[in-house]
């Protein structure tokens, strides 16, 4: 009896390793003959021209958007929304694939600015980015740069450097429609 019982552990052994032997190959065959670009970017860019002059004529101040940023900035998020204080939000995957995002409200900056930099507190520290002079805000999870003026407050905030958040912030334009 002893040797009727290896020889079942010998075939369940064996049969385990042919059953791995035909899934292998199975993924293998779909692995070359699914389509796949390991150089693709994963993000599509938006086009928010349409979003954005939605918001210009709509908004009671001058709606920001960046101009003259390189193609590798790509835009990831866009929205407006009257009913909530007309925020306006564009949001980005910069070079490095860090997100950069611009936030525009006429709500309280005292709740709004948190709000949106997701629990940001002003670091009492100043940087003038072509010009104007920004409030540093650091955060656990995202920095920003603040100001406010012509009724509204701007935050240009992620988890990109303040380098970075001050090239934005240096290409913000408005076209008040």
Known sequence: MVGVAGMRGRQTVRGMFQSLA???VAAGVMYLFIPHDENASPVEAKDYR???LTAQRAAPYPVLAPEGLGKDW???VVSYKREQHD???LGFL???????AIH???ADPAKYVPDVTQDAKSSG???????????LWEGPRYDALVRTSGGATTVVTGTASFDRLAEMAGA???KKA
């Open 74 to 76: 790509k835009a990831t």
């Open 104 to 106: 525009q409200s006429t």
């Open 94 to 100: 910069d070079p490095d694939t860090q997100y950069v």
């Open 172 to 174: 913000l334009q408005s």
């Open 50 to 52: 349409v979003e954005l």
């Open 22 to 24: 035909v899934i292998m």
């Open 125 to 135: 520290k100043t940087r003038t980015v072509a010009g104007q002079v920004w409030q």
């Open 87 to 89: 925020a306006w939000q």
